[in-house]
């Protein structure tokens, strides 16, 4: 296995770690940068003050484009029809259970896109007491720290968050490393209820879980994307 082979994991982690502090040129690095340069300092203080008062396990709702690839790459493969359907019922699942704190993360290209309802109109007439919201202003990345668990269908954050340590719920098994053991993939609706209800009970992951992810997370994304020299031309992988 490739997660054995100790030069080939050497390899990996300096990829991630490259990529986390914008020290490769490639696309992924430079959402991390631009999401650090845009960072609120005073957002991210009263964020962690209302994490501290609240003394619960942390959990962000990671939301999609509603109108983007709505059925995933299978809709088959989801647990709900679409992406408002999932919204919807993740924030009623969320809202019952008051062992933990919630956060909802608006996507950051959804502005963009010209439909209604969005994400925000959604939560805000659901008027939920246990979701709040994740601040725009805050590096959401970069806070890994303050994360116990994250849900989403099938985005890119069930690749990254994993190599923090941080569990990852997916509401399909489309996810680009699904089947691999990073990520928890509930079978069907009833399962997926009963996670998110035992939210407060799932632990971070351990270092073996965290390496595997690292491995993962280097195999797709050197594969997905050319690096990027200084002039901004692709080279060969």
Known sequence: RYKDDKIVMKKASRYFSDIVNNLSQHSDSMNYLSSKIFSNDGSLLKLKEII????????????????????????????????????????????????????????PMEDGYNYSP???????????????????????????????????????????????????????????????????????????????AHAHKIIKLDLDIINQAKLLYFLYYKNLWYDLDNNFYPTAL
């Not at 709040?132 to 990345?141: A, G, I, Q, T, Y």
């Open 52 to 107: 501290k008062n609240k003394n619960k396990k942390v959990v962000v709702i990671v939301a999609h484009v509603l109108i983007d690839n709505v059925t995933g790459l299978n809709g088959r493969d989801q647990i709900y029809r679409d992406y408002f359907i999932w919204l919807r019922e993740t924030l009623k699942l969320c809202e019952k259970n008051r062992n933990i704190i919630t956060l909802l993360k608006l996507h």
């Open 118 to 196: 969005k994400t925000l109109e959604i939560y805000k007439k659901m008027h939920l007491k246990n979701v709040l919201l994740w601040p725009n202003d805050v590096d959401f990345r970069g806070s890994h720290d303050l994360v116990d668990l994250v849900i989403t269908v099938n985005g890119s954050v069930s690749v990254e968050f994993p190599c923090f340590g941080v569990p990852v719920i997916c509401a399909s098994s489309s996810s680009a490393v699904t089947g691999l053991q990073t990520i928890i993939e509930p079978k069907n609706e009833k399962e997926y209820r009963r996670v998110i």
